[in-house]
Structure formats: structure tokens, C-alpha cells
């Protein structure tokens, strides 16, 4: 009998009971962000969240920084009166838009097909929002709640850098965090195959915010005349450059460590040159993580002019930048460069990057957990090229990583389907998520 056999024979409830249904239920509850105020808000998901706590006996704290945009926290744990140190186990409500022409099933049905839980939010992030109230609902009814006091934390508007969520608590409500010294989120603990080896990765850094606002002004005019002052022009010769820059490959400790087991895999050595060469032995997970080598600007939003004949005064455009932890200097003085005269940059959201050391005892326990429902795995972490709520929480000096297990077919290109068409899970990685995550809740 496996460590992991005599493990669940000692258990008496299931961490999975619940977590495909919890996982449907929240995806049918439509809570699109459009970054703006439009939209439904998370009001009903955050009460559906609150009712499915309560049912067990765990009373949450209800955040709203505007009508509708709705957080909520709540105490959990904490058997051993002498553990201080909380840990903070926190999932966004939000998701992103989805036009349901583009989808095989209707985004917010969270039907189930082909072994899979389908739905805007089924990857990002209302899977591990499930699992986490799978697992908290299953230990509190057989009253084994941890030794370690747990602050779980549900949030509202994460898509839209979370100012209305995360930040609001950390700025107004920090008193609710109150001994949080680690935190654990979203997008780590997936898996990748490679060279037939499942490569579990855990979220250790993610590269700084800059989504920036760029303006041109010039010299309105008729179209049909000669105009060297011409905001449009100024405007999309900035765009070009900087969408076209090619940046420099630079290694932080994260991806050091990452490059260098996935080297020791292909039989040769990790180096800034053969970077690119390895990120592609994770097939489509490269997609993220050919991001997270270098910094990234990508030009996203293009806005002038009311007529073809009229020559306008102002043209804007939005940028997508990427900083990787430690080159914040070099990203902005380069885009300085690129953007050159004439274009007035200004910060939508401006948040700084960050890197955890992967190392005591949180890394371990997570290794563990996995170890014992993958015994053959690799555990390593990663740089994410996104941004979550962990940016706002770090502020209060705890240390954070990404863990929301999932084991994931070698052909599913899992990173394709954040805020992508036809988003979906598989029902069996939800479990093992659940039943993973539970034991990391033993060791911590």
C-alpha cells in the first residue's frame, strides 16, 4: 500500500464530493467584467459563495467598493491555538467577456462534454474557486479543519487589475489579513508534458503591469491639404516601433531554476541563448512562458478622427506592457525611446512585478501534495506573464505563489484557453486538484 492508499483510507470525506457541480454552478452565474461599469458585477456570486460557507458554519465578511462589485473574506481553521501565521487561500469572482457565437456550447452553461466542465471561468479562475470550497466544505463538516489559521478571501474585478476587489481590501480593510505572512492563488500547480515527463508549475514570480494610455496631439486639417503635424502619424509610427521591438532576453532566479530542469530533461544546459530553444519543449504552454524571458509590449486598442476628409487633433492608442522583476528600469527607459517626441504616455494601471524565493516550508507542501497523486511528476516553479491579486496582497509583506493543481492531457493547449473561445476543464483534473490540494492543506 502507497503512503497515498493508507492516506485516503484514513480520511472521512471526500475533497472532490463537490467540486465539478460547484465549478457548473459558478460558471452559470454570469459575472463578465468589461473592465468599465458595465456588466452584472459579482453580487451573486459572492452571495452564492457566502451561502455555500455558511451551510457549514463559516461566516464571511461582505466587501462592496461599489454597487455590485463584491469581495468577501472570511476566518477559517486555526485548531492549534499556537499557529499565528495565517495563511491567506484566495480566488477572483470575475471573468472575462465571452460572445457565445464564437462558442461550440453557450459560455455560461457549464455543461459538461467529453469529460470536460465547459464555461467562461471554467480555467479562470471558478475551477480553483471550486476546488477551494470543495475542499473547505468537506473538511469542516468532518471537522478537520487545519492546525494553521486560514483567511479565504473571494474577490471581485481581478480581470481589471483589481482595484475594485483586491486593492480595496488591502487599502481599506487590512485588518481582515490581519497575520497572513504567505498566499496562495491562481495559475500555478498545472501541468505540462515534457519529453514525456508531466512537469507540474508553480507560480513563484509574475512580470510588472504597465497598461498604458498614449496620445498623440497635432494640427487638425483638411485631409486633402499638406499636414506635417499630424497626430495620427506621430501617434501609429510610436505604435509601430514599440509593437515591433524585439526585447532581450533576460533570466530571473524563477526561470533559471525552471530552464534548468527542463535542460536536464532534453541532456544540455540552460542558458540565456538556448532559452527560446527550451521554452518550446512545453509545446503550447510557450505561449506563456515565451513571455516571461523577456519584457512585452503589445499594442491593443487604436482610437482617431470622426471623417475620412478631416485630418483630427488628437489620436490615442493602449498598450499592453510587461516588466520581468528587477528590469523595471530598462522597460521604461526603452519605451521612452520608442515612443518618442510628441507622445504623452499615461498609466491605466501600473503595478510592480514580484518574485517569491521558491524555497520553505509552503514550497514543500505543495511538492508533497503533488508528489502523492503523481509519484512520477516534476515540480518546478515559473515566471506568469499575466498579472493576479497577488500583486495587491503582497503589499502587506507576505509571501506569494500560484498553486491550483490541475494534471492535464499532453494534448490539451491549457494556456490557449485563458480568456479564450471554448474554455474548459477537465472533470478529472478538477478532482485531482481537490484531493491535492486537501493534502497540501495537512502540511501546511
Given at each position: 500500500m502507497t503512503s497515498s492508499e493508507a492516506s485516503d483510507q484514513q480520511r472521512s470525506y471526500d475533497p472532490a464530493a463537490e467540486v465539478v457541480e460547484l465549478c457548473r454552478d459558478l460558471i452559470r452565474i454570469d459575472t463578465s467584467n468589461y473592465g468599465d461599469?458595465?456588466?452584472?458585477?459579482e453580487r451573486k456570486a459572492a452571495e452564492h459563495v457566502a451561502t455555500l460557507l455558511d451551510e457549514v458554519g463559516i461566516t464571511c465578511e461582505v466587501i462592496e467598493s461599489e454597487?455590485?462589485?463584491?469581495?468577501?473574506?472570511?476566518?477559517?481553521?486555526?485548531?492549534?491555538?499556537?499557529?499565528?501565521?495565517?495563511?491567506?487561500?484566495?480566488?477572483?469572482?470575475?471573468?472575462?467577456?465571452?460572445?457565445?457565437?464564437?462558442?461550440?456550447?453557450?459560455?455560461?452553461?457549464?455543461?459538461?462534454?467529453?469529460?470536460?466542465?465547459?464555461g467562461r471561468g471554467a480555467v479562470d479562475m471558478k475551477d480553483f474557486d471550486a476546488m477551494l470550497l470543495s475542499v473547505v466544505r468537506a473538511r469542516q463538516r468532518a471537522e478537520?479543519?487545519?492546525?494553521?489559521?486560514?483567511?479565504?478571501?473571494?474577490?471581485?474585478?481581478?480581470?481589471?487589475?483589481?482595484?475594485?476587489?483586491?486593492?480595496?481590501?488591502?487599502?481599506?480593510?487590512?485588518?481582515?489579513?490581519?497575520?497572513?505572512?504567505?498566499?496562495?492563488?491562481?495559475?500555478?500547480?498545472?501541468?505540462?508534458?515534457?519529453?514525456?515527463?508531466?512537469?507540474?508549475?508553480i507560480e513563484a514570480a509574475e512580470k510588472g503591469m504597465a497598461w498604458m494610455k498614449l496620445t498623440a496631439r497635432g494640427r487638425a486639417g483638411h485631409g486633402s491639404m499638406i499636414n506635417t503635424d499630424n497626430a495620427v502619424t506621430r501617434l501609429t509610427g510610436a505604435v509601430a516601433r514599440i509593437g515591433a521591438h524585439q526585447w532581450p532576453v533576460r533570466l530571473t532566479p524563477t526561470m533559471e531554476v525552471l530552464l534548468a530542469t527542463v535542460a536536464d530533461l532534453a541532456g544540455t544546459e540552460a542558458t540565456p541563448e538556448n532559452a527560446p530553444a527550451?521554452?518550446?519543449?512545453?509545446?503550447?504552454?510557450?505561449?506563456?512562458?515565451?513571455?516571461?524571458?523577456?519584457?512585452?509590449?503589445?499594442?491593443?486598442?487604436?482610437?482617431?478622427?470622426?471623417?475620412?476628409?478631416?485630418?483630427?487633433?488628437?489620436?490615442?492608442?493602449y498598450v499592453d506592457g510587461r516588466f520581468l522583476p528587477g528590469f523595471e528600469d530598462e522597460f521604461f527607459a526603452t519605451l521612452a525611446e520608442l515612443t518618442g517626441e510628441g507622445v504623452e504616455i499615461e498609466h491605466v494601471s501600473?503595478?510592480?512585478?514580484?518574485?517569491?524565493?521558491?524555497?520553505?516550508?509552503?514550497?514543500?507542501?505543495?511538492?508533497?501534495?503533488?508528489?502523492?497523486?503523481?509519484?512520477?511528476?516534476?515540480?518546478?516553479?515559473?515566471?506568469?506573464?499575466?498579472?493576479?491579486?497577488?500583486?495587491?496582497?503582497?503589499?502587506?509583506?507576505?509571501?506569494?505563489?500560484?498553486?491550483a493543481p490541475l494534471r492535464l492531457p499532453a494534448d490539451l493547449d491549457f494556456t490557449a484557453l485563458f480568456h479564450g473561445v471554448d474554455e474548459r476543464v477537465p472533470v478529472d483534473a478538477l478532482e485531482f486538484g481537490a484531493r491535492v490540494f486537501d493534502r497540501f492543506l495537512d502540511q501546511v
Amino acid at each position: 500500500m502507497t503512503s497515498s492508499e493508507a492516506s485516503d483510507q484514513q480520511r472521512s470525506y471526500d475533497p472532490a464530493a463537490e467540486v465539478v457541480e460547484l465549478c457548473r454552478d459558478l460558471i452559470r452565474i454570469d459575472t463578465s467584467n468589461y473592465g468599465d461599469a458595465e456588466g452584472p458585477g459579482e453580487r451573486k456570486a459572492a452571495e452564492h459563495v457566502a451561502t455555500l460557507l455558511d451551510e457549514v458554519g463559516i461566516t464571511c465578511e461582505v466587501i462592496e467598493s461599489e454597487p455590485g462589485r463584491t469581495s468577501l473574506v472570511a476566518r477559517w481553521g486555526g485548531a492549534d491555538p499556537s499557529r499565528t501565521d495565517a495563511l491567506l487561500l484566495h480566488g477572483h469572482l470575475d471573468v472575462v467577456p465571452a460572445a457565445a457565437e464564437d462558442w461550440q456550447v453557450h459560455p455560461f452553461s457549464g455543461e459538461v462534454q467529453d469529460g470536460y466542465v465547459w464555461g467562461r471561468g471554467a480555467v479562470d479562475m471558478k475551477d480553483f474557486d471550486a476546488m477551494l470550497l470543495s475542499v473547505v466544505r468537506a473538511r469542516q463538516r468532518a471537522e478537520q479543519v487545519p492546525d494553521r489559521p486560514v483567511v479565504l478571501c473571494f474577490t471581485a474585478d481581478e480581470e481589471a487589475g483589481g482595484h475594485k476587489g483586491a486593492q480595496v481590501i488591502v487599502d481599506e480593510h487590512a485588518h481582515l489579513l490581519e497575520g497572513v505572512t504567505e498566499a496562495v492563488g491562481e495559475v500555478g500547480g498545472f501541468s505540462a508534458t515534457v519529453r514525456g515527463r508531466r512537469v507540474y508549475l508553480i507560480e513563484a514570480a509574475e512580470k510588472g503591469m504597465a497598461w498604458m494610455k498614449l496620445t498623440a496631439r497635432g494640427r487638425a486639417g483638411h485631409g486633402s491639404m499638406i499636414n506635417t503635424d499630424n497626430a495620427v502619424t506621430r501617434l501609429t509610427g510610436a505604435v509601430a516601433r514599440i509593437g515591433a521591438h524585439q526585447w532581450p532576453v533576460r533570466l530571473t532566479p524563477t526561470m533559471e531554476v525552471l530552464l534548468a530542469t527542463v535542460a536536464d530533461l532534453a541532456g544540455t544546459e540552460a542558458t540565456p541563448e538556448n532559452a527560446p530553444a527550451l521554452i518550446e519543449e512545453f509545446g503550447g504552454a510557450a505561449r506563456m512562458l515565451g513571455a516571461v524571458i523577456s519584457n512585452t509590449t503589445n499594442p491593443t486598442m487604436l482610437s482617431a478622427g470622426y471623417k475620412v476628409n478631416v485630418i483630427p487633433t488628437e489620436a490615442t492608442a493602449y498598450v499592453d506592457g510587461r516588466f520581468l522583476p528587477g528590469f523595471e528600469d530598462e522597460f521604461f527607459a526603452t519605451l521612452a525611446e520608442l515612443t518618442g517626441e510628441g507622445v504623452e504616455i499615461e498609466h491605466v494601471s501600473h503595478q510592480q512585478p514580484w518574485e517569491t524565493p521558491y524555497d520553505g516550508d509552503l514550497v514543500a507542501a505543495m511538492t508533497r501534495s503533488l508528489l502523492a497523486e503523481d509519484d512520477e511528476a516534476i515540480v518546478a516553479p515559473y515566471l506568469m506573464s499575466g498579472g493576479t491579486d497577488a500583486k495587491h496582497f503582497r503589499r502587506l509583506g507576505m509571501r506569494s505563489y500560484g498553486f491550483a493543481p490541475l494534471r492535464l492531457p499532453a494534448d490539451l493547449d491549457f494556456t490557449a484557453l485563458f480568456h479564450g473561445v471554448d474554455e474548459r476543464v477537465p472533470v478529472d483534473a478538477l478532482e485531482f486538484g481537490a484531493r491535492v490540494f486537501d493534502r497540501f492543506l495537512d502540511q501546511v
